[in-house]
């Protein structure tokens, strides 16, 4: 049974940093894409990184390009999201998500609809 817990949310201020770690268990980390979704209060879940180590895929929503770092630690079996420059818009409840099997065929899924597994979310406060 696949199952992801999410930590290191918490309050910060603008220009400040966080990590997510995201403790998955359950199956390969080679067998599925995994990422990092957030939702706002109001709006929708939207995809903010996602990593595939096998093919060396990445993919960065623009909002948070240069600003933050997805990684994975094979030996821990974490996923990682390295927040740096917070801004006040990045605040959410952050999601570490899972795919399953999926065909890529060189694209990266980035939608909420394409993933399969969830973890129960982390807070994420930036404050001006």
């Known amino acids: 049974q696949v199952q992801l817990v999410e930590s290191g949310g918490g309050s910060v201020q603008a220009g400040g940093s966080l990590r997510l770690s995201c403790a998955r268990s359950?199956?390969?980390?080679?067998?599925?894409?995994m990422g990092w979704f957030r939702q706002a209060p109001g709006k929708e879940r939207e995809g903010v990184a996602v990593?595939?180590?096998?093919?060396?895929?990445?993919w960065y929503a623009d909002s948070v390009k240069g600003r933050f770092t997805i990684s994975q630690d094979n030996a821990k079996n974490t996923l990682y999201l390295q927040m740096d420059r917070l801004k006040p818009e990045d605040t959410a409840m952050y999601y570490c998500?899972?795919?399953?099997?999926?065909?890529?065929?060189?694209?990266?899924?980035?939608?909420?609809?394409?993933?399969?597994?969830w973890g129960q979310g982390t807070q994420v406060t930036v404050s001006s």
């Open positions: 998500a899972a795919t399953g099997l999926f065909s890529s065929g060189g694209y990266v899924p980035r939608l909420q609809t394409e993933f399969t597994y």
């Open positions: 359950g199956y390969s980390y080679t067998s599925y894409f």
């Open positions: 990593i595939y180590t096998p093919a060396g895929y990445i």
